[in-house]
């Protein structure tokens, strides 16, 4: 089984940074796509931004130049620097990872952690 640790979230004030990081630990076969996701108190979960074993990245229009995904595959370790952050990025984020094992692929959810940022 996969286990998925996230990190780094807190309070901030408007135009601050935070970097949160999500481990992933256990039984790994292979780690493909890697992801953050993030959801506001009454609105659906959203796609923030995602990452290719390769290093491709793919950003939701509204962090585009403040956030950015990045991840160390010798780690399992994904991670997402976020800057000039502001209210409206206040969310529950989750990491996600899509783990290989041969044909078959698996998806796999950390447990959230709080991002608040205040204006």
């Known amino acids: 089984q996969v286990q998925l640790v996230e990190s780094g979230g807190g309070l901030v004030q408007a135009g601050g940074s935070l970097r949160l990081s999500c481990a992933a630990s256990g039984r790994i076969f292979s780690i493909n796509a890697m992801a953050w996701s993030r959801q506001a108190p009454g609105k659906q979960r959203e796609l923030v931004a995602s990452i290719t074993r390769g290093g491709r990245t793919n950003y939701v229009d509204s962090v585009k130049g403040r956030f950015t995904i990045s991840r160390d595959n010798a780690k399992n370790t994904v991670y997402l620097q976020m800057n000039s952050l502001k209210p409206e990025d206040t969310a529950v984020y989750y990491c996600?990872?899509?783990?290989?094992?041969?044909?078959?692929?698996?998806?796999?959810w950390g447990q959230g952690t709080q991002v608040t940022i205040s204006s």
């Open positions: 996600n990872v899509e783990e290989l094992r041969g044909a078959l692929s698996r998806a796999h």
